[in-house]
């Protein structure tokens, strides 16, 4: 219908809109919609990644996948992971902005700080955490012996389920910042005059925070939960290089399991197997982020 | 219902001083408006009663209580906010009744009272609406309802009409006086526009620069302001001022100024000879008959009346309101009549204070038996 009644002006507009988006369309498809189909494609093989050969075997690598227990256990520790370290970097990230939105003296100075953990390599912070985990010379395990917390050293990172504590903490020290900045950027835009109202209306300083601060949060708060999801469900680095999946399985979430398969078992096809099964369950969560934002656009 | 003292109060930013002093005593149900220019302190006035601001030495009080420590949730307050302040993920209904939520009362008293509330604002209909889909107008009579809710000692308004347009703001304005009379509170409105403050206030504040400047009823302060910044304050269009010498002439007084020699009745005993200034209100010029002859320099006509500036002197401007619309043209040359019964005399300076009792109040009829039917004399001295 709307075609019809195009004039030749929209036309012309029309076709100038899409050649300003092909290039656009073309990368996506190159950069998201070729390695998303060939990962479907390649985990319908057996494959032997040193030298790639490879036999066609149908869904048999997801029916091993699924039988094999270890798809849920990692699928759990994926989970555990994601909810732990998403849920305290969302209640030190609001409580940090909260802080760090008051007048102190040295805000901006600490407003700069607050970005060192999520600013620094992983590789770097990994290793400066292992020094403080170690249990033979580690400064955590020195400070607790010797403020006779502890008698003996804690072996943070080889012993369940210090292990998967040790990571979720350091999961969310690195990731934090990331939820002040996104939070502090809100709270400076909430109207002073709320918070005047509210007093005035007889609100304490808790109440102010869940009927004025939250409220105003909870748009920006969803973005970041679902972003920060996402990135969570896939974080590699950083459990790999502090405990490698260990001990034995127990902090091996996903992602590990398919750089596992893939470069360790040399199972390419099985790797893409699981990758793909995790892109099913991390859809879940995009179609939820898509839905949330697209109410709020609407609205 | 209580009255507001406040005594003596200084408030400073920093090194600024916002009020230098603040001397004012609210009566109990009065309607008192505070008026100023922008930054005068009204705002910092209103919040200092509210408890948002700390003032920096001297003392507020609420009834019969210091509330200098109080927080505002304490003070037994409502305030509307300019910005009106709703909260904007509650309902309308949720936002009325947010003050008594957060002072426990039960949920199930809470129903009837902001249906009440609702009903004499007429937003019965709006309850389930957001903040985000109502008008201007509608969203101020839900802050208006939030802070009546509650029935507070001491209503503080500021500017609550300025974001509103002119038709709304008559409308709100008569409806904000019939709710001042129906419940006596005492209710401190802050405002910027005159109009506002001359129709609704039983008193008016007027401040400036961080001082009380009068504080009188509307009608007072327009009759008789105390003194120069007042005098210029109140009154659209302006009173003519203008600057000259206060000289004793026989056993009376007059005003000198380029060329120009005015007789002056029912100065005050402490009146001296120097530097002062005259002012005239544009209904006490009269252009027609007179001694005193002036040059037409413009017209602005309103329909009902005409506002016509009129040089009397090289560089002496005055301005008169005639009825209707005067075959007045720009050049033309008009006697002129300055009504010095009703002139004003102030001391020198921007805030110099009254030197003239006003024709028709007792005391200057005390002071002055003397009916001068006054003419103004000039010395001819016209261009
Ligand atoms: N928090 C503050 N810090 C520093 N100075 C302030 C602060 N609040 C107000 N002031 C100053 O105090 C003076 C009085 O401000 P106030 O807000 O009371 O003015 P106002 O009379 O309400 O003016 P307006 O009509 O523009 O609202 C102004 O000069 C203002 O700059
Ligand atoms: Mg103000």
């Known amino acids: 219908m709307t075609t019809l009644t195009q004039t030749p002006l929209e036309r012309r507009y029309a076709r100038l809109g899409l050649l300003l988006i092909a290039p656009t369309v073309l990368i996506f498809c190159a950069v998201i919609i070729y390695p998303l189909v060939s990962a479907l494609y390649l985990s319908l093989f057996k494959v032997f990644t040193p030298t790639l050969e490879s036999s066609w075997v149908g869904l048999a690598n997801y029916r091993e996948l699924l039988a094999s227990g270890m798809f849920w256990s990692a699928l759990v520790n994926t989970l555990v992971w994601t909810a732990g370290t998403l849920t305290l970097q969302i209640v030190l990230g609001i409580g940090m902005a909260l802080v760090l939105h008051q007048n102190i003296w040295f805000r901006s100075l600490a407003r700069s700080l607050i970005l060192f953990p999520y600013f620094i390599s992983t590789v770097v912070a990994v290793l400066v955490w292992k020094w403080v985990f170690n249990d033979l010379y580690g400064i955590l395990n020195h400070l607790l012996m010797q403020a006779g917390i502890t008698n003996m050293p804690v072996d943070y990172l080889g012993s369940m389920p210090n292990a998967m504590i040790s990571v979720i903490l350091v999961g969310a020290w690195k990731y934090f910042p990331f939820v002040v900045i996104a939070v502090l950027a809100r709270l400076q835009t909430i109207p002073e005059p709320l918070y005047e109202a509210a007093r005035i209306d007889g609100a304490g300083p808790i109440a102010r925070f869940f009927d004025v601060t939250l409220p105003q949060l909870r748009d920006v708060l969803v973005v970041i939960i679902m972003l920060r999801a996402i990135w969570d469900f896939k974080e590699f680095d950083l459990i790999w290089l502090l405990t490698g999946g260990g001990p034995s399985s127990s902090t091996e979430t996903l992602p590990i399991v398919v750089y596992r398969q893939a470069f360790a078992l040399n199972q390419m096809g099985m790797a893409a197997a699981w990758a793909v099964s995790m892109m099913a369950i991390l859809l879940v969560f995009m179609i939820v982020y898509i839905r949330k934002t697209r109410d709020k656009g609407a609205v | ?247 004793q002439s026989g056993n009376g007084w007059a005003f000198e100024t380029e060329g120009l020699r005015l007789r002056l009745p029912r100065l005050i005993d402490s009146a001296k000879p120097g530097a002062a200034a005259f002012g005239i209100r544009p209904e006490d010029v009269h252009l027609g008959s007179g001694d005193l002859t002036g040059e037409v320099v413009l017209t602005e006509a309103t329909g009902h009346e005409t506002i016509v500036t009129v040089a009397i002197a090289p560089g002496v401007r005055v301005i008169a309101r005639i009825p209707g619309t005067p075959a007045l043209r720009i050049g033309d040359r008009v006697p002129v009549t300055l009504d010095a019964a009703r002139a004003h005399v102030f001391a020198a300076g921007p805030q110099g204070a009254r030197l003239n009792h006003p024709s028709g109040t007792a005391d200057a009829d005390e002071a002055f038996n003397i009916a001068t039917p006054l003419r103004v004399a000039s010395k001819g001295v016209l261009s």
């Open chain 2, 1 to 247: 219902m209580a009255n507001v003292d406040f005594r003596t109060v200084v408030k400073s930013f920093g090194t600024f001083t916002a009020l230098h002093g603040l001397d004012l005593s609210i009566k109990s149900g009065e309607f008192v408006a505070l008026l100023g220019p922008s930054g005068c302190g009204k705002t910092t006035t209103l919040r200092m009663l509210a408890g948002l601001e700390f003032p920096t030495s001297g003392d507020i009080i609420i009834g019969d209580r210091r509330v200098n420590d109080l927080p505002p949730g304490e003070r037994d307050i409502a305030m509307v906010f300019q910005s009106y302040a709703l909260y904007p993920h509650m309902t309308v209904a949720e936002n009325i009744a947010y003050p008594l939520k957060k002072r426990g009362v039960p949920k199930a008293e809470r129903g009837p009272m902001v249906a009440k509330t609702a009903e004499m604002l007429h937003l019965t209909a709006l309850l389930d609406r957001k903040p985000k889909q109502l008008s201007g107008g509608q969203q101020q009579r839900v802050a208006l309802g939030r802070a009546l809710i509650r029935d507070p000692k001491v209503f503080l308004l500021d500017e609550p009409l300025s974001n509103l347009d002119a038709k709304l703001r008559s409308q709100l304005r008569a409806e904000l006086i019939e709710l001042h009379r129906r419940l006596g509170r005492t209710m401190v409105y802050v405002t910027h526009d005159q109009l506002e403050a001359m129709t609704m206030a039983d008193r008016i504040a007027i401040m400036e620069g961080g001082n009380l400047q009068q504080f009188a009823p509307p009608a007072e302060v327009y009759a008789r302001p105390a003194n120069r910044f007042v005098a210029g304050f109140i009154g659209t269009p302006g009173m003519t001022l203008m600057d000259g010498m206060l000289v």
